[in-house]
């Protein structure tokens, strides 16, 4: 199985602070045949579901912030909130759908500072 | 609006049965692979079981393979998952997912549904 790796696990932060966090992938993500990297981000608050933000990597789901930023290419990912609203407060988690079974990283919580 | 939500979770004894569902609505269900995915209490997520659109292939975790089966029926517009011999381990939150477009990523998630196992 592919394992995914995120780094913090946590992270207390201020309203209007840039944030990065990194998620790693044993092995590599983009598939040459498309040049797609198979990396999805999702967002999940205290006491409810988890919601898609970026799936391909780098690509916006309809209705997020353009403040949600995902990068990265092969094994390394980032994302990248240009300035954090309260509101973002909540777990992000990374998704591989490279390979099956698709896997998750532990998490990143952001919190309060 | 998508929706997707869970019933059929509670408290049961190891090595029971139990059997959760997740009634859809807003989309064309039929045209969507579908999967489920759990949250044990306080840890991450894991993928538990997919499903294509007509139900043909069925993909599981390793961990629930011969014990879990996931069906469903498109007339209902419905989704299942067949939980027997079930664990300690098992108990989770379990969030009915739709695949988007044939990938294996989710667009939509459910609510969750509750599974304790303990005597």
């Known amino acids: 199985d592919i394992v995914m790796t995120q780094t913090p696990s946590s992270q207390a932060v201020s309203a209007g602070e840039k944030v990065t966090m990194s998620c790693k992938s044993s092995?590599?993500?983009?598939?040459?045949?498309?040049?797609?990297?198979?990396l999805a981000w999702y967002q999940q608050k205290p006491g409810q579901s988890p919601k898609l933000l970026i799936s391909w990597a780098s690509t916006r789901e309809s209705g997020v912030p353009d403040r949600f930023i995902g990068s990265g290419s092969g094994t390394d990912f980032t994302l990248t909130i240009s300035s954090v609203q309260a509101e973002d407060l909540a777990v992000y988690y990374c998704?591989?759908?490279?390979?099956?079974?698709?896997?998750f990283g532990a998490g990143t919580k952001l919190e309060l500072k | 609006e998508v929706q997707l939500v869970e019933s059929g979770g509670g408290l049961v004894q190891p090595g029971r049965s139990l059997k959760l569902s997740c009634a859809a609505s807003g989309f064309t269900f039929s045209n969507y692979g579908m999967a489920w995915v759990c949250q044990a209490p306080t840890k991450g997520l894991e993928w538990v079981a997919s499903i294509s659109t007509g139900g043909g292939n069925t993909y599981y975790r390793d961990s629930v393979k011969g014990r879990f089966t996931i069906s469903r029926d498109n007339a209902k517009n419905t989704l299942y998952l067949q939980m027997d011999s079930l664990r300690s381990e098992d108990t989770a939150t379990y969030y009915c997912?739709?695949?988007?477009?044939?990938?294996?990523?989710?667009?939509?998630w459910g609510p969750g549904t509750m599974v304790t196992v303990s005597s």
């Open positions: 092995q590599s993500l983009l598939y040459s045949e498309n040049k797609k990297n198979y």
């Open positions: 997912a739709r695949h988007w477009a044939g990938y294996w990523y989710f667009d939509f």
């Open positions: 998704e591989q759908y490279y390979d099956t079974p698709d896997t």
